[in-house]
């Protein structure tokens, strides 16, 4: 069910640094044309820093490791991509559907097909009043389970950040702060929550996957690298966009796995367009930090 591009199906062979790259923050992540734009511009970042970009999704049942410009081009204008996290795997496979993967099904397949690095905005985590939704990303148990390093700019207030860490920490997930001492939150570089522990180099972050994978600790790794200062928003505008995209949510009886992208895309709305800004520098960021991670644990392995 897997189709591997030549150029990473040589670079599997030769041991060279590979990131891959999620769908779902092409198809309902972001508006068209800056999706694809975005798409594209993070490929290249990922090249001008010494590795190869795999972006993955779903064509017509297929998952596809190192989509092809027009296939991203796709992926951002066409209708009813579905979303798709583990449960849905089986059943887009069947149905020969095209569909965009979250960081928990990009992660199942940049595994399968042996790619340890995978760079995106941000991880899906545990909801707000999630004691009551039982909303909690499937992101959070891949990340337990599955052997691939994700690189994201934190995780967004839209969620419980302290309940996110929790979770995390039951599953026995390392959650590394790039040169920083605290959790990131997306839009802005502090939470005010710690991280278990700071690391300062690329080189540390391989040295840390290196003996992760070594010693068999199956699962992931979270590296949580903080947007640059001049990219983030204000926190206080951020934060009531986020409150008021909550509530409208919850007006609307938004449910299920409808909620992050309604969030996402009420935010941009109430902010003027600015916190896509925002989102589409950390990415370039987290691709920038990918690609070395990825290069330095090229030469370990
Ligand atoms: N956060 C973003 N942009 C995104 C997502 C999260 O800033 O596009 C996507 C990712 O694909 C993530 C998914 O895996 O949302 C999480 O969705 P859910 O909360 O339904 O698990
Ligand atoms: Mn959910």
Redesign the pocket.
Known sequence: MIKINGEIKKALKEGLPIVAL?S??IS???PYPKNVETALKVEQAIRDNGAIPATIGIIDGIAVVGMTPDEIEQFGKRKGIV?V?RRDLPVVYAKKMWA?????A?MIIANQAGIEVFV??????V?RHAETTM?I???LQELAKTDVTVICAGA?AILDLPLTLEYLETMGVPVLGYQTKELPA?YTPRSGLGVDYEIVSCKEAAEIIYHKRHNHLSGGILIANPIPEKYAMDAKIINDAIKKALSEADKLGIK??E???FL?KTIVDLTGGDSLES?IHLVINNAILGAKISQEYALLK
Do not use: R, W, Y
Not at 100 to 104: E, H
Not at 120 to 125: D, S
């Open positions: 999620e779902t923050i309902h992540g972001m979303k996290s965009a993967t979250t960081v928990a990009t995106t905005g941000g991880i899906g985590g909801h909303d990303s499937a992101d967004k997306f299920g796995k909620v992050t992208p996402l989102n």
